[in-house]
């Protein structure tokens, strides 16, 4: 797996999660210029700020290949709830 993040793998996580640059950067704890900056090959961000942003995109299932990017297979032993949706309650004696 490359521990190098390019802009262009970068981008191509973010397309995989639909994501925008807005999103990622909340989710790696940065500005959107970092995300934006970085994603046109203008600034390389610090080696800490690449690896939150690679930390954020592989806790959604982005998975660094030596080809480029791919989502990680679901896990079908667990439900798989999007941001904010709520489960189904079992045995609740509302």
């Known amino acids: ?9 970068c981008r191509a ?9 807005v999103r990622l950067a909340s ?3 940065m500005s959107e210029g970092v995300i934006r900056l970085f ?18 995109l592989k806790a959604e299932g ?8 791919r989502l990680r297979q679901p896990d079908h ?3 798989s709830l999007a941001d904010g949706e709520a489960g189904i309650i079992v045995n609740s004696e509302m």
């Open 39 to 56: 994603e046109a090959g203008r600034r390389v961000p610090a080696p800490s700020r690449v690896a939150s942003i690679r930390r954020a």
């Open 27 to 29: 989710k790696a704890g």
């Open 62 to 69: 982005v998975v660094f290949t030596t080809d480029g990017v």
């Open 13 to 21: 996580a973010r397309g995989l999660l639909n994501w925008t640059p």
């Open 77 to 79: 032993t667990q439900p």
């Open 1 to 9: 797996m490359p521990e190098h993040l390019t802009p262009a793998l």
